[in-house]
């Protein structure tokens, strides 16, 4: 099993900046995906970015140009880079690991932090 923890959410005024952390309790390596989701209040959770094994990336268009996903291997963190932060950013962000357990994919899901942009 695999534990995911998140930080770095905050208060921040639109137009800001914050890193979101995502530390897993194994190397990196072993991670086929990972994902930033986020969940705004009485919303669905969405996907925000994602980073392949092989460091390919993808980003849903609401965020595309301001959030930028990176792997820190030696430290079995993923950041979520978020500039030019909108009031509509506001929620909470989940990071989830997706790794093969034999032949099958298991996902870990963090419990999440806050972010709240102020207009």
């Known amino acids: 099993q695999v534990q995911v923890a998140e930080s770095g959410g905050g208060l921040v005024q639109a137009g800001g900046s914050l890193r979101l952390s995502c530390t897993v309790s194994?190397?990196?390596?072993?991670?086929?995906?990972f994902g930033w989701y986020r969940q705004a209040s009485g919303s669905q959770r969405e996907l925000v970015a994602g980073?392949?094994?092989?460091?390919?990336?993808d980003y849903a268009a609401s965020v595309k140009g301001r959030f930028t996903i990176s792997r820190d291997n030696p430290n079995n963190t993923v950041y979520l880079q978020m500039n030019s932060l909108e009031p509509e950013d506001t929620a909470v962000y989940y990071c989830?690991?997706?790794?093969?357990?034999?032949?099958?994919?298991?996902?870990?899901w963090g419990r999440g932090t806050q972010v709240t942009v102020l207009s």
């Open positions: 980073i392949s094994s092989g460091g390919v990336t």
């Open positions: 194994r190397s990196t390596f072993t991670i086929h995906r």
């Open positions: 989830n690991a997706g790794y093969f357990s034999g032949p099958k994919v298991n996902v870990e």
